[in-house]
């Protein structure tokens, strides 16, 4: 079994910066993926960012340019990097993992979850 906890989430004026990270409780997998998700009151969980084993990325196009995914494999830990925020970019944020090098925007590709973090982005 594998535990993920989101942090780093709150408030930040539209233009900030945040970082937001997700910590593996193990590694128990020589493969890995680990994606971002967001999720509004109302509406389908939207696929962010992914990440794999290999550091091999890949970006929904309504964040492309401002955020950035990257990992410590020492601490079992994803991060997020948001810059330039938009109030559009206001949702709970879940990080996601499993098995395998596929750094995938979809959210059946991953059997793991964090509880999520929220972020709220003000104009």
């Known amino acids: 079994q594998v535990q993920l906890a989101e942090s780093g989430g709150g408030s930040v004026q539209s233009g900030g910066s945040l970082t937001l990270s997700c910590t593996m409780s193990r590694l128990i997998w020589s493969t890995y993926s680990v994606g971002w998700f967001r999720q509004v009151p109302g509406k389908e969980r939207e696929g962010v960012s992914a990440?794999?084993?290999?550091?091999?990325?890949t970006y929904a196009a309504s964040v492309k340019g401002r955020f950035t995914i990257y990992q410590d494999n020492a601490k079992n830990r994803v991060y997020l990097q948001m810059n330039a925020v938009k109030p559009e970019d206001t949702a709970m944020y879940y990080c996601?993992?499993?098995?395998?090098?596929?750094?995938?925007?979809?959210?059946?590709?991953?059997?793991?979850w964090g509880q999520g973090t929220q972020v709220t982005v003000s104009p």
């Open positions: 996601a993992a499993d098995e395998g090098d596929m750094p995938a925007l979809a959210s059946n590709q991953y059997g793991y």
């Open positions: 990440i794999d084993s290999t550091d091999l990325t």
